[in-house]
């Protein structure tokens, strides 16, 4: 029996006849997006019988091993959307440049960034993995498309929204106007509005992070994370759970289903590179979904959709999740901030 709840497309309808704010190029913008992603979600169940698996033996511009999935996703998000007459110009993790739109009409209104494949040390065996995209307004006069125009804060995002590809397929996308959660029919091949209006709760005992580059970590962070290993006996009083699933998309839905607080943080091995987690395609859509259902993001000094991108693909410290939690991390870190300028 199917899910009653509504398809996609008419939820987007009717949020373009409602006058909600959202336009209808958008809505058919994400529209083409979603039917990457019920592709995307076809070939990677398919797996090893799809030959999708494996390295694909290239590097990306991050100086990383690329998995044949990185680069099979990457290429239908590029291809498909390469004839959009909604875009001006896409970018990706796995491209060093801006790829403009051109398909001999007149520009499209949206940028589109993504990560066409999230989490691939998990691809081979066969853990949740993603397709995460946040959608900017292009420039509106003529002229060259050039990366400088993507190098926008995450505030001015339109839209943000993930696939998660896994026990079941979703979709999850805020236009500015909350967070709604879709789960793919398989039957019928339709994304269903399944988990309306998400809400995140200000308070959780949930932690996720990779505790192997503790070490690394400044002074913050290594208190914030003793206090909570020590517990009901510690200063905070209760006891904490961990998680780490190392597929940021897994990790946010389960911050967005139950609640929780998630960090990448600053690390000191390469100062060049200030954590794990790309400004762009990773920590501004989902710092908008987070906002958008309650939560909060940020780096530990600023507010995620606040901070000014100078590069494509710079990294940067990532705390997200239960509002409550987030603000105790920054606290630590205003604190640090405030006794080393004394
Ligand atoms: P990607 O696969 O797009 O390079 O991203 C992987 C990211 C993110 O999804 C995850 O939170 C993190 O890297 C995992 O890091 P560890 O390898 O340190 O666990
Ligand atoms: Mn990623
Ligand atoms: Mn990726």
């Not at 058919?28 to 076809?42: F, M, N, V």
């Not at 970590?217 to 998680?243: A, H, V």
């Not at 139950?258 to 954590?275: K, L, T, V």
């Not at 239960?322 to 300028?341: F, K, P």
Request: aromatic share 8%; proline share 5%.
């Amino acid at each position: 029996m199917r899910n009653q709840g509504k398809f996609l497309a008419q939820f987007l309808n009717e949020k373009v006849r409602q006058d909600s704010g959202l336009e209808a190029d958008l809505a058919a913008l994400i529209g083409e997006i979603a039917t990457i992603c019920k592709s995307l979600s076809y070939a990677i169940r398919a797996g090893s019988l799809e030959g999708v698996l494996g390295t694909a033996g290239t590097e990306n511009v991050q100086g990383e091993t690329q998995q044949k999935l990185d680069v099979f996703a990457n290429e239908a998000m590029l291809d498909s959307l390469g004839v959009s007459e909604h875009l001006a110009g896409m970018a990706s993790e796995e491209l060093t440049d801006i790829h403009p739109v051109s398909a001999g009409h007149s520009r499209g209104r949206y940028l589109l960034i993504f990560d066409p494949l999230d989490g691939s040390s998990n691809i081979d065996v066969n853990v949740s993995v993603g397709t995460i995209f946040s959608v900017l307004p292009a420039p509106s006069g003529g002229g060259e498309l050039t990366a400088q125009h993507f190098l926008q804060p995450g505030r001015e995002q339109v839209c943000a929204g993930y696939a998660l590809y896994g026990p079941s397929t979703m979709l999850v996308l805020t236009t500015g106007s909350g967070v709604d959660a879709f789960t793919l029919d398989p039957r019928v091949g339709e994304f269903v509005l399944t988990h309306p209006q998400r809400q995140i709760p200000a308070d959780t005992r949930e932690f996720a992070v990779n505790m192997s580059n503790q070490r690394f970590w400044e002074p913050p962070m290594q208190r914030y994370i003793k206090e909570c290993l020590e517990g009901s006996t510690g200063p905070r009083g209760k006891d904490f759970n961990m998680r780490w699933v190392a597929s940021m998309v897994a990790e946010v839905h389960r911050v967005l289903s139950r609640g929780g607080i998630f960090m990448y943080p600053y690390d000191s091995r390469e100062p060049g590179r200030p954590g794990r987690l790309r400004l762009m395609y990773e920590a501004s859509p989902m710092a908008m979904l987070v906002e958008q259902a309650g939560g909060s993001a940020s780096t530990g000094y600023k507010r995620m959709l606040d901070v000014q991108p100078d590069d494509l693909h710079q990294r940067v410290p990532v705390i997200l999740g239960s509002r409550n939690e987030v603000a105790q991390v920054i606290s630590y870190h205003t604190q640090a901030a405030a006794e080393a300028a004394n």
